[in-house]
């Protein structure tokens, strides 16, 4: 049962353009939502978050949108560059009354390529 | 600016062979966690830890322990290696549970 899911495996997009990643889940207890970017041969560096309380948060070039009665979130990234080619994974936590201790359900990524 | 430092960064064992994969962090953190990521799969979660002496595990903790005798340091240990553990494994810590800063990984085939 993958309670976050990103459907779309890759995403190519021209240098300049919005790259839009998006990401569905399945459990309305998630509280917190993260997005991750993985270079290869690196681990995932954490790029923004939003919380379920909130519809938008953004920081830059990197927007998040939370669409909670849908179960969906959506990063965008405006104007994509080639430096943002890379695997993003969104990932949620669930909210435990203070017990989650921060443990992140992922989902299985989205390679993104920005052509120049 | 070292982070969290992750070791071996490859390694191939055979089938039954034992080994501990080593993670320390040097950012204080209480919090630290180990993941693995299977081909076109997420992270999934193994084991945890919110501080020294405390660990629980995770979504898939089979085939493996840990333990955490200190805050910089938790080891994953696999007993009896299998094939199905061929994976990229990741150690992560944070303070207050997230964001959490991620170590490079150790790539293990298991022959």
């Known amino acids: 049962d993958q309670q976050v899911k990103q459907n779309s495996p890759s995403l190519s997009v021209q240098e300049g353009r919005i790259s839009i990643l998006n990401c569905d889940y399945t459990n309305s207890m998630f509280d917190y939502f993260l997005w991750y970017k993985k270079y290869p041969a690196e681990g995932p560096t954490f790029l923004i978050s939003?919380?379920?309380?909130?519809d938008k948060n953004e920081d830059g070039r990197f927007t998040v949108f939370l669409n909670k009665s849908a179960k969906h979130l959506s990063l965008h990234i405006v104007p994509s560059q080639p430096g943002d080619s890379a695997v993003y994974f969104c990932a949620a936590r669930l909210d435990a009354g203070g017990t989650s201790y921060g443990k992140l359900t992922f989902g299985q990524g989205t390679i993104l390529t920005v052509h120049p | 600016n070292a982070g969290v430092t992750q070791t071996p960064k490859f390694r191939i064992l055979k089938i039954g062979q034992s080994m501990t994969l080593q993670c320390t962090q040097d950012?204080?953190?209480?919090?630290m966690y180990w993941y693995r990521q299977d081909p076109g799969m997420g992270l999934k979660l193994i084991y945890y830890s919110v501080g020294a002496g405390i660990t629980d595990k995770g979504e898939v903790p089979n085939g493996y322990n840990v333990s955490r005798s200190t805050t910089e340091d938790f080891p994953l240990r696999l007993e009896l290696a299998a094939p199905s553990q061929t994976s990229v494994y990741f150690c992560a810590s944070s303070s207050v549970g997230w964001p959490q800063h991620f170590g490079d990984g150790t790539r293990l085939s298991i022959l």
């Open positions: 939003i919380s379920s309380i909130k």
């Open positions: 950012m204080n953190h209480n919090y």
